[in-house]
Structures are given as C-alpha cells and as structure tokens.
C-alpha cells in the first residue's frame, strides 16, 4: 500500500487546478481531480491520477471520493457578469457549494481513528474578500465564502481543529481563462501556494498587493477576538 498523501483539487481542471495538479504530483502526491468538466478524457493527461466529475446540489455524492483524501483544495470557482441570475449562480458556486463539501469533509474527518493525523481542508477565497473585484457578483459571493470560512474557524468548528484543519487561501489577479490579464502566472501561483501551505498554520496567501498582507490578517485578528467575545457571554448566560 502506498504511502502517499493524496490531494483532492477542485477545479482541476482550470488553470490553477492544473498547476497545483502538476506541482503537488513533482513532489510526490497522489492527485485527485474534480471538474465539471464532461468531458474528462480532453484533460486525463492533465495531471491527476484519478478524475471524478460532480455537480453543484450534488455534492453528497462525493463522500466515497473525499474519504480517501488528505488534503482537500477548494479551488473551483467562476467569474460571472453582473446580474440577478449571475449573482445567484456565483453564490451557488463561489460560496455555497465550497460549504456543503466543507461540511461532508469534516463529517468524514470526524469517522476517522483518534489517532489517525488530521486531515487538512484549504478553500480559495480570493483578495476579493475583502478588496475590489470590480465584479460584484464576484465580489459578493468571495466574500460570503471567507466570512463562512473564518465563522468556522473561529465559532462553529466542532472538532477544534484537531481532526479537521482549515486554511484559506487568499490569491490576488492570476492569468486563467476567467482572468486572461491576470500578473501572476498559475505556474507562479501553485508553487507559492505549495511552500506557504508549509510555514502557515492559516492564511496562505499570493499577491502582488502588498495591502493584502496587512489587511487579512488584521481582519482575521478582529474577528478572532470578537468571536472570543461572543463565545464569553454565550458561556456566561448558558450557565
């Protein structure tokens, strides 16, 4: 049996999909891709060992794939126009359905052995967090996906962290076919990603902003304490 950590990659294959697929597998993992791409035999020599193909509402069909992953990159995403039925489709994308995996994978994280080691969950969330996009659609439900996910680091994580640890990556303009003016190379981007996965116990972030540096973490400390807080007086009048 091989002893390799597996890597399951939403939005394998788009371009940062593909080069973290690439550079994960250079080191020695094992990858698991996830598109919703139908056609999966125009990308099979794209990376991944294995390709599995899902579907938004249908996320609890992946439970057999994600419970043979370590780390699990939510990656997938897309840029849409502004409109009503656009903004509906990104939230649905960007935020919704990186929560319903979240929470099957942390369902599965909680089966394991005690003694098994953590499994690790990283969600891409975009500077768009919290910095223009120049897309409100976009913006909207980038944002609503890293609120969701510092709520949970912080508030409603029901492991605390010690079967389930959560990153979030934060990505400033790279060059895909969603962002084809973007500075950063996928290439650039992947590599990045790989070594600060290693040194950061939270926030992995890329960015040619240097603003997104400062911002994140001072938003991320405010509400680290304001959650403390709330937690406080919920113990407090529960009692």
């Known amino acids: 049996m091989s002893n390799k950590k597996t890597i399951g990659i939403t939005g394998a294959s788009g371009s940062l999909g593909k080069a973290l697929a ?17 056609n999966i035999q125009e990308i099979v020599e794209e990376g991944p060992n294995e390709w599995v193909y899902w579907e938004c509402g249908k996320e609890f069909l992946l439970e057999k794939s994600l419970s043979k992953i370590d780390i699990l990159i939510l990656n997938h995403g897309i840029y849409e126009s502004e409109s009503v039925l656009n903004l509906e489709k990104s939230i649905e994308i960007n935020a919704t359905s990186k929560l319903k995996i979240l929470r099957l994978f942390e369902k599965i994280s909680l089966s394991q052995s005690i003694n098994s080691p953590p499994k690790e969950i990283w969600i891409n969330t975009s500077e768009a967090e919290i910095l223009p996009a120049l897309n409100p659609c976009y913006e909207i439900s980038k944002s609503l996906i890293g609120q969701i996910i510092t709520f949970k680091k912080n508030f409603n994580n029901q492991n605390g962290s010690t079967n389930l640890i959560i990153k979030k ?7 895909s076919d969603l962002n084809p003016v973007g500075i950063m190379s996928p290439e650039f981007v992947a590599s990045l990603i790989f070594y600060f996965s290693k040194i950061s116990n939270y926030l992995i972030i890329v960015s040619p902003n240097p603003l997104t540096y400062i911002l994140f973490p001072l938003r991320e400390f405010y509400f680290v304490v304001y959650y403390q807080i709330l937690k406080f007086f919920k113990r407090r009048f529960s009692n």
């Open 169 to 175: 990556i934060i990505l400033g303009p790279f060059k």
């Open 22 to 38: 690439r550079k994960f597998s250079s080191c020695g993992f094992q990858i698991i891709g996830f598109t919703h791409n139908k």
